[in-house]
């Protein structure tokens, strides 16, 4: 009995003054020392008949803090976000194979933006130069069938006989320039990639949201995700000179300001 | 000796189903905080704490900081490739530093602590810069055909120099107008008109004069002729120094922009309002924006007119066509 109650009064004394406890402490050395900068814990709207209070809890960067000699806002504030910005490519690795004269090939990749907490985003994209051999031979961007397509204008590649290297691109928040192609010409709408080893390289912009996503001032932070798939496409005439030909596609996903 | 024949049959189909594969290379790179206005005093630092994280397959990736110029005015950035400007950045991290590659493995997270420092006679102003993250593109396999994909995230950064605290907020609306579906000119006057049953699209842009960006709050206030109002309130997004923004507002209709088979009319033009309902007669748009905090106010008005103009029509057909069988029934008659 005595045994019993020993038990008792120690398990309420733990309870009481230890296991509510969450300690947390600074990680260093002698040489670093890292403090903790935030801690998200949650963001609401807190409303009585009388006021309304927005607030971001714990988040460093999502409040205002003021100091001597600066002021420091982070986040949307009015997005109330603790959403991170996320950009995804399906597949880093744009893999054609062997090809053949005449036959063209396409690879496919899917992007894909979580801005819920960025309130617009847009992804940039751009050739660090033509896909090319060690050797010198490259194989140049298309201009499309009729020879009517560049790094801002998409237009029709259909023929087996129009070469070089370009890419369609087909989901949410596409440019203005496929979405007028695809009306009358379904999804044989093609463009090149800006060349960054060209003197006046501008990536262009392949996905960017629209301010049409209305923002709820007084809803819950929850994320937004939108997706497009990217197809690459490759056709090479037989006076190509064979070759293991590669090149690296620069993406570039920012929020807005 | 049946032993050794298992594994010869275990060999060949290794080689043949899985060797010779090569696995999609994923990539998702997450980073936060997303955006970071920073108002700071000349010769002061300030040190703030990113997390970059790996969602992905594990990757090589390099951190650098780049200045950003405004590109349009929907709020997107074209990122510069060369750094400029008096601002300083660097990692305080103990084991990496901005433009040396580090490891993050998958679901991996590393907190980017960058030292910002604005050196003593840095001149005033607003300074815009990117903190971007990117990913080694993979390595491309010998005799084929390929190209890598390299992926990079950024994060935004405003930074205000001011060594009294002042900022110069100083802005116009400079276009505050309905996309009306018809319009009527008389002597001289532009009358906007729309069909009762017409949402009405409403513009408005703010051009930022001043050195500093601002961060607009207002509203636009609805009036009709029968005295009905209503309210839309300004989303306060920042107006970078000598540049237009479209502002929006909220409560808007929504629009699906994103079909392809026939996508909304009201796609083709970005707007900041899409106000739905029923309107007869005149109605008057107010919209007033306080350029930032203690700002001053400005103003611009527009209105328009909505008629019943389907309606109408519709009625003056059924009349005719009543009319038409009237006059054919009672023709009957007389014959």
């Not at chain 1, 560049?150 to 087996?160: G, Y």
């Not at chain 1, 000179?241 to 690296?248: L, M």
Request: charged residues 20%.
């Amino acid at each position: 009995m005595f045994k019993r109650l020993i038990i008792i009064i120690l398990t309420v004394v733990y309870f009481m003054f230890g296991a509510g406890k969450v300690r947390a402490g600074y990680m260093e050395s002698s040489g670093f020392r890292i403090q903790g900068g935030n801690v998200n814990m949650g963001s609401d709207n807190m409303s009585t008949p009388g006021a309304t209070l927005s607030t971001t809890l714990g988040q460093l960067a999502a409040g205002k803090f003021d100091s001597d000699g600066y002021i420091v806002k982070a986040g949307f504030q009015y997005i109330h976000s603790i959403v991170p910005f996320t950009f995804s490519i399906s597949d880093s690795r744009i893999d054609f194979g062997s090809i053949l004269n005449n036959e063209p090939k396409t690879a496919t990749t899917n992007l894909r933006v979580s801005f819920g907490g960025a309130g617009n985003y847009q992804v940039t994209a751009a050739e660090l130069g033509r896909l090319g051999t060690l050797s010198g031979d490259y194989i140049d961007n298309t201009s499309c069938d009729n020879s009517d397509c560049d790094v801002s204008t998409a237009s029709v590649w259909d023929l087996d006989t129009t070469y070089g290297f370009g890419y369609n691109i087909d989901g949410e928040d596409i440019p203005a320039t496929y979405t007028s192609c695809y009306l009358t010409n379904s999804k044989l709408c093609y463009r090149p990639f800006p060349d960054t080893t060209l003197p006046t390289p501008t990536p262009a912009a392949v996905i960017m949201s629209s301010d049409h996503v209305t923002v709820d001032l007084t809803s819950k932070p929850k994320d937004i995700i939108h997706e497009s798939t990217v197809t690459f496409k490759l056709n090479v005439s037989s006076a190509q000179p064979a070759g293991s030909y590669q090149t690296v596609i620069s993406f570039i996903a920012t929020p807005s300001y | 000796m049946f032993k050794r024949l298992i594994i010869i049959i275990l060999t060949v189909v290794y080689f043949m189903f899985g060797a010779g594969k090569v696995r999609a290379q994923q990539t998702i790179l997450s980073i936060s905080p997303p955006l970071l206005e920073l108002f700071i005093k000349p010769g002061k630092s300030i040190l703030i704490a990113y997390t970059l994280q790996n969602l992905g397959d594990p990757n090589i990736i390099k951190t650098k900081v780049m200045p950003f110029e405004p590109k349009g005015n929907l709020g997107n950035i074209e990122v510069k490739n060369e750094f400029s400007g008096p601002v300083r950045f660097n990692l305080d991290n103990s084991d990496i530093a901005l433009e040396q590659s580090f490891f993050l493995k998958t679901r991996g997270s590393q907190q980017l602590l960058l030292r910002i420092r604005v050196p003593e006679g840095a001149p005033n102003g607003d300074y815009y810069y990117t903190l971007l993250a990117e990913t080694e593109p993979p390595p491309a396999a010998e005799g084929i055909y390929s190209s890598g994909a390299k992926a990079t995230i950024g994060s935004n950064i405003i930074i205000t120099v001011t060594g009294s605290g002042n900022v110069d907020a100083v802005g116009k609306i400079a276009l505050f107008d309905v996309l009306p579906r018809y319009k009527l000119s008389i002597m001289g006057k532009v009358i906007k008109i729309f069909d009762s049953n017409d949402p009405v699209p409403v513009v408005m842009y703010l051009e930022n004069q001043g050195k500093n960006f601002i961060k607009p709050n207002g509203k636009i206030n609805l009036r009709g002729n029968f005295g009905e109002t209503a309210e839309y309130e300004i989303v306060p997004k920042n107006v970078l120094a000598e540049s237009q923004r479209l502002l929006v507002a909220t409560p808007s209709a929504q629009i699906d922009c994103n079909r392809k088979d026939k996508p909304d009319v009201f796609c083709e033009k970005p707007i900041s309002l899409l106000i739905k309902g029923f309107f007869l007669g005149k109605y008057q748009l107010t919209g007033s924006i306080v350029l930032g905090e203690n700002g001053s106010t400005v103003t611009a008005s527009t209105s328009y007119l909505a008629l019943p103009l389907k309606f109408v029509f519709a009625l003056a057909v059924a009349l005719l066509v009543a009319f038409l069988v009237i006059k054919k029934v009672r023709s009957n008659q007389e014959d």
